[in-house]
């Protein structure tokens, strides 16, 4: 009998992949829009961080419920659901725009709303990935998501400046929903997701089943623990190149969001790179060594790279080579998560992960917008003796303090990174978890 291609292994998930990918271009281009405007009208690193925080406080705050959900409920009907409610905040966002009553906390409200809602979506599409993906395609269908997340990053701040430039906002919200639209449409018409095996035994209460996440990674102990080492390395994250970077241009150009979307996009570029490598090459022997190895270079590379140069060029370079090994990064801690735990249980247990995980990055984030704008760049604009040791290497005005912040995030993530690195209690999940799963 002759062996399936990979394409017709993987039809459904292509599918799915290409047309949610074209959705979250659309998104990611108001996202641009959005938070050049913001800073327009403020001006502060807080404006535009806050921005952030409402679109992912909620979804920790909900993700506990919304994993017992994804597990137990149709996992397209959540997703069509999710899809719905992002839209019509869209259309909320051009309708307030169109009357000339836009504020800025309609948007923060907005985005609260519509990250309650991506609490749920988030959990039911790991599941549905994982049902409709061989296990052995684990690691190349995460490079393959990577990849599209890459091309989004390259492609929205140019394409979403472009369309400011001719059509304003309303026409960047308008790809927007066009976008949902063909998503929308293929997920409804042409996707099956299988329902997918359930847990043996009788059938725990909602809140008992809310909790099992947690309750399982605290009986494999490897697995909590590089969850809770990521949850420190995205609190820092958030304070240096991954969760200022806008403000930190914005700052330095004058407001200049074509020398924003020059830096963003060539930062894509390297996930792109990053994402081909991964879906072309073998998986490793050692997870865990390329996962730990590549989160300290990416912040050597990235947050100490751009804090120690003074150019959108250079911004540009360093954070493509600091978004390459986060490919690997990424894509083999969600194929570690996969083959560790079974799936009638991935919905809760992912969704533990991710409130254990990004509970830190919304604070990661307020922290940051708050040292930025009443700490380093006071201290930046200043005259005190501090800011004269620093200016030479860091330079002066606007901008200074954000690079100050990267370069000691820089630092302190590298170091965690390459001693966790070193750390031999990790080494217990590069064994082999067993066929359990599917």
Not at 418 to 437: I, K, M, N, V, W
Request: hydrophobic share 50%; charged share 10%.
């Amino acid at each position: 009998m002759k062996k399936p291609s990979i394409f017709t292994e993987l039809r459904d998930f292509l599918i799915l992949w290409s047309t949610q990918s074209l959705s979250g271009l659309g998104t990611a281009m108001t996202s641009f829009a959005l938070t050049v405007w913001v800073y327009s009208e403020q001006g502060t690193a807080s404006s535009v961080t806050l921005l952030s925080v409402c679109s992912v406080l909620p979804s920790v705050l909900f993700a506990f419920l919304a994993g017992a959900v994804a597990d137990r409920w149709d996992r397209k009907r959540i997703m069509l659901l999710s899809d719905t409610a992002a839209a019509a905040g869209t259309a909320a966002i051009l309708l307030l725009y169109l009357s000339g009553a836009l504020r800025i906390w309609h948007l923060y409200l907005i985005n609260f709303l519509l990250s309650c809602m991506n609490a749920f979506q988030n959990p039911a599409s790991y599941v549905a990935v994982s049902l409709l993906v061989p296990r052995r395609h684990d690691t190349r269908v995460s490079g393959l998501q990577s990849l599209s997340g890459s091309i989004i990053t390259i492609l929205a701040p140019a394409l979403g400046g472009l369309v400011m430039g001719f059509g304003g906002l309303p026409a960047v919200l308008a790809i927007d929903l066009a976008t949902f639209a063909a998503a929308f449409l293929s997920l409804l018409i042409f996707i099956k997701i299988p329902a997918g095996p359930k847990k043996a035994g009788k059938e725990e209460g909602f809140l008992a089943a809310c909790a099992e996440g947690l309750r399982y990674l605290k009986e494999h102990g490897a697995l909590l623990r590089i969850i809770l080492f990521f949850s420190f390395i995205n609190f820092i994250s958030k304070m240096g190149g991954y969760g200022m970077l806008s403000p930190f241009v914005l700052s330095r150009t004058g407001g200049d969001e074509a020398a924003l979307g020059f830096v963003q996009g060539l930062t894509g570029a390297g996930t792109m790179l990053g994402g081909a490598l991964v879906a072309v090459m073998k998986p490793p022997k050692r997870r865990t060594a390329v996962i730990f190895l590549s989160c300290g270079i990416s912040f050597l590379l990235g947050d100490i790279g751009q804090s120690l140069t003074g150019t959108p060029p250079a911004w540009a370079v360093c954070g493509f080579l600091s978004n390459l090994p986060l490919v690997f990064l990424n894509a083999n801690l969600t194929a570690l998560m996969r083959a560790y735990v079974p799936i009638e249980v991935q919905g809760r247990v992912f969704s533990a992960r991710d409130t254990l995980q990004y509970t830190t990055i919304p604070f990661g984030l307020l922290l940051g917008g708050l040292l930025a704008d009443h700490v380093f760049e006071p201290l930046m604009a200043g005259s005190s003796p501090v800011q004269a040791a620093l200016a030479p290497v860091f330079g002066a005005g606007k901008g200074a303090g954000l690079a100050v912040m990267f370069f000691l995030v820089g630092v302190i993530g590298a170091l965690a990174s390459f001693l966790a690195l070193c750390d031999p209690s990790y080494r217990t999940l590069d064994g082999e978890p067993g066929d359990h799963q599917r």
